[in-house]
T-cell receptor
Framework: RKEVEQDPGPFNVPEGATVAFNCTYS??????FFWYRQDCRKEPKLLMS???SGNEDGRFTAQLNRASQYISLLIRDSKLSDSATYLC???????????FGTGTRLTIIP | DTEVTQTPKHLVMGMTNKKSLKCEQHMGHRAMYWYKQKAKKPPELMFV???????INESVPSRFSPECPNSSLLNLHLHALQPEDSALYLC?????????????FGPGTRLTVT
């Protein structure tokens, strides 16, 4: 089983729709969680950290469920510019390394 | 400012060449990282420097040699590479090695080994 698993997609979603991604992680010692987005042939950019209480940044909402070991990302009112690959990233206690999921490809359709 | 810069943007080198990749950050971050990313794959960690000391080497072949001259700079020296080493090489930095620290990535160097 992979340490961090994501549905690779692709997700093709009409503009203005709401889209949600889930990510599961296998190491219960995982301590920090992030969503990054990566555009084609560009570097990963931090989208948001994911906190236990959940957090929201504009149209983006991240949730963490430690009991079930999954992280979610919700994008509301999707824009064309949201088209990218979304990487679920986990940092484990004592390991201090980021473990990346394989990414979920999202395309917003006009 | 969360900027990490990398040079060059693109590099083509032969298998007998020696070249270096450079990374710089002026955010006062004390941890710096090298990652390798192949197409359609997530980044893979290569090296971690913390307070200018190498703290993690992910069993990277010796043809890749990292160097951290000071807290703002990170180099990756390349020698006798193979075509399969062609990839996007990403540098990242974080404030320190605290577990909650986000990492910020540079734009990468796209390396082609011929």
């Amino acid at each position: 089983r992979k340490e961090v698993e994501q549905d690779p997609g692709p997700f093709n979603v009409p503009e203005g729709a709401t889209v949600a991604f889930n990510c599961t992680y296998s190491n219960s010692a995982s301590q920090s969680f992030f969503w990054y987005r990566q555009d084609c042939r560009k570097e990963p950019k931090l989208l948001m950290s994911v906190y236990s209480s959940g957090n929201e940044d504009g149209r983006f909402t991240a949730q963490l469920n430690r009991a079930s070991q999954y992280i979610s990302l919700l994008i509301r009112d999707s824009k064309l510019s949201d088209s990218a690959t979304y990487l679920c990233v986990v940092l484990n206690f004592g390991n201090e390394k980021l473990t990346f999921g394989t990414g979920t490809r999202l395309t917003i359709i006009p | 400012d969360t900027e990490v810069t990398q040079t060059p943007k693109h590099l083509v080198m032969g298998m007998t060449n020696k070249k270096s990749l450079k990374c710089e950050q002026h955010m006062g971050h004390r941890a710096m990282y090298w990652y390798k990313q192949k197409a359609k794959k997530p980044p893979e960690l290569m090296f971690v420097y913390s307070y200018e000391k190498l703290s993690i080497n992910e069993s990277v072949p010796s043809r890749f040699s990292p160097e951290c001259p000071n807290s703002s700079l990170l180099n990756l020296h390349l020698h006798a590479l193979q075509p399969e080493d062609s990839a996007l090489y990403l540098c990242a930095s974080s404030q320190d090695r605290d577990l909650r620290d986000e990492q910020y990535f540079g734009p990468g160097t796209r390396l082609t080994v011929t």
